[in-house]
């Protein structure tokens, strides 16, 4: 089939620093490319074609619209991964034949309100979780593909040594837990890494403030780390820990698979779908109360590594494009939901 991936414009495909749409649509586009179909994505200037072709845009995402849009009647199927998915309007408006599917990640459809005015959205949850908060919010079907830990980069070796720190890995907000883990750390006296998004983050002032109390020895802050030291912190880390405060940041997981795949437990709060990957007592502790996370950093050493790395198999490369596969196929012959 020709297929038309349609990424977000905050960075090409192929950059230093993890951003997890668009890391999921190049490998996505790859393994299709690989498979024999006929892939083109639309993506960022300065994405270089891989397995597949590169349509480069800039700018923001109504104004790089009007120069694929002229594009669309020529493929099979448009897989729409954009943030704000103008393919829906023009498909209302213009185009109602446009065989569209529109997976979301979480921060895209949390911003729906009511449901696309067009008889199939063809939505694509990250998590069952996400897909019954979000069925039941609009009044429409959601399908399920779990994303997959993004790969270990070629020639990575990992300390042979773990160390005796807490990692915590994910944007500096509110929601994410940051401060409960720095506070984790602060009662127990164990040290703790923090590492993600500090800059492009919803309240400046939260994060100043949280990074006032990082003293450099119990509690470091690496910020924004680039891929290679991203997994360098997994795989020393005595554990990820992640008190997550909201439903929607705990929607994917991907971070969580991260830790699994370096063989590194979880520390969490039942959230989202932490459920769907974390088994309580086997590749990490799922908490229910801010209050037992202490005691689950405790008992940590009992998970086992082993444990962990077989958790992050079930959700790899292959089997995400396989369903994408499958319900690529169920639009093209008109079997919508």
């Given at each position: 089939?020709?297929?038309?991936?349609?990424s977000?414009?905050?960075?090409?495909?192929?950059?230093?620093?993890y951003?997890?749409?668009?890391?999921?649509?190049?490998?996505?586009?790859?393994?299709?490319?690989?498979?024999?179909?006929?892939?083109?994505?639309?993506?960022?200037?300065?994405?270089?074609?891989?397995?597949?072709?590169?349509?480069?845009?800039?700018?923001?995402?109504?104004?790089?619209?009007?120069?694929?849009?002229?594009?669309?009647?020529?493929?099979?199927?448009?897989?729409?991964?954009?943030?704000?998915?103008?393919?829906?309007?023009?498909?209302?408006?213009?185009?109602?034949?446009?065989?569209?599917?529109?997976?979301?990640?979480?921060?895209?459809?949390?911003?729906?309100?009511?449901?696309?005015?067009?008889?199939?959205?063809?939505f694509?949850a990250?998590?069952?979780?996400?897909?019954?908060?979000?069925?039941?919010?609009?009044?429409?079907?959601?399908?399920?593909?779990?994303?997959?830990?993004?790969?270990?980069?070629?020639?990575?070796?990992?300390?042979?040594?773990?160390?005796?720190?807490?990692?915590?890995?994910?944007?500096?907000?509110?929601?994410?837990?940051?401060?409960?883990?720095?506070?984790?750390?602060?009662?127990?006296?164990?040290?703790?890494?923090?590492?993600?998004?500090?800059?492009?983050?919803?309240?400046?002032?939260?994060?100043?403030?949280?990074?006032?109390?990082?003293?450099g020895?119990?509690?470091?802050?690496?910020?924004?780390?680039?891929?290679?030291?991203?997994?360098?912190?997994?795989?020393?880390?005595?554990?990820?820990?992640?008190?997550?405060?909201?439903?929607?940041?705990?929607?994917?997981?991907?971070?969580?698979?991260?830790?699994?795949?370096?063989?590194?437990?979880?520390?969490?709060?039942?959230?989202?779908?932490?459920?769907?990957?974390?088994?309580?007592?086997?590749?990490?502790?799922?908490?229910?109360r801010?209050e037992d996370?202490?005691?689950?950093v405790?008992?940590?050493d009992?998970?086992?590594?082993?444990?962990?790395?077989?958790?992050?198999?079930?959700?790899?490369?292959?089997?995400?494009?396989?369903?994408?596969?499958?319900?690529?196929?169920?639009?093209?012959?008109?079997?919508?939901?």
């Amino acid at each position: 089939m020709k297929l038309l991936l349609i990424s977000t414009l905050t960075k090409p495909l192929q950059t230093e620093f993890y951003g997890p749409v668009e890391s999921h649509v190049r490998f996505v586009a790859k393994e299709l490319g690989k498979r024999g179909h006929d892939v083109w994505v639309v993506a960022l200037k300065g994405t270089q074609p891989e397995e597949f072709k590169v349509v480069e845009v800039e700018g923001e995402e109504g104004k790089a619209f009007e120069i694929y849009k002229k594009m669309l009647n020529q493929f099979d199927a448009v897989m729409d991964f954009s943030s704000l998915k103008y393919t829906i309007v023009h498909k209302h408006d213009e185009n109602p034949d446009l065989k569209l599917i529109c997976p979301c990640y979480p921060y895209q459809a949390i911003g729906y309100q009511t449901s696309p005015p067009i008889p199939f959205p063809n939505f694509i949850a990250t998590s069952d979780a996400m897909a019954q908060a979000m069925s039941a919010k609009l009044g429409c079907a959601f399908r399920v593909v779990h994303y997959f830990p993004s790969p270990i980069p070629d020639g990575f070796e990992a300390s042979k040594e773990r160390s005796d720190r807490l990692l915590f890995l994910g944007r500096f907000e509110k929601t994410k837990g940051v401060q409960e883990a720095v506070d984790l750390a602060r009662q127990l006296r164990i040290g703790l890494d923090l590492a993600g998004e500090d800059v492009l983050v919803s309240d400046q002032r939260f994060t100043v403030l949280l990074l006032q109390k990082a003293d450099g020895r119990l509690v470091r802050v690496y910020g924004k780390v680039n891929e290679s030291l991203k997994h360098e912190l997994l795989a020393k880390a005595k554990a990820l820990v992640l008190p997550y405060l909201e439903d929607s940041v705990a929607w994917t997981c991907q971070t969580i698979l991260e830790a699994f795949q370096h063989g590194i437990p979880v520390i969490t709060m039942n959230r989202g779908a932490v459920n769907e990957f974390v088994k309580n007592g086997t590749n990490g502790f799922v908490c229910n109360r801010l209050e037992d996370l202490s005691e689950a950093v405790k008992k940590i050493d009992e998970i086992k590594s082993e444990a962990c790395i077989q958790s992050a198999k079930e959700f790899n490369l292959e089997e995400t494009v396989n369903k994408y596969q499958s319900l690529i196929r169920q639009v093209v012959e008109q079997q919508e939901w």
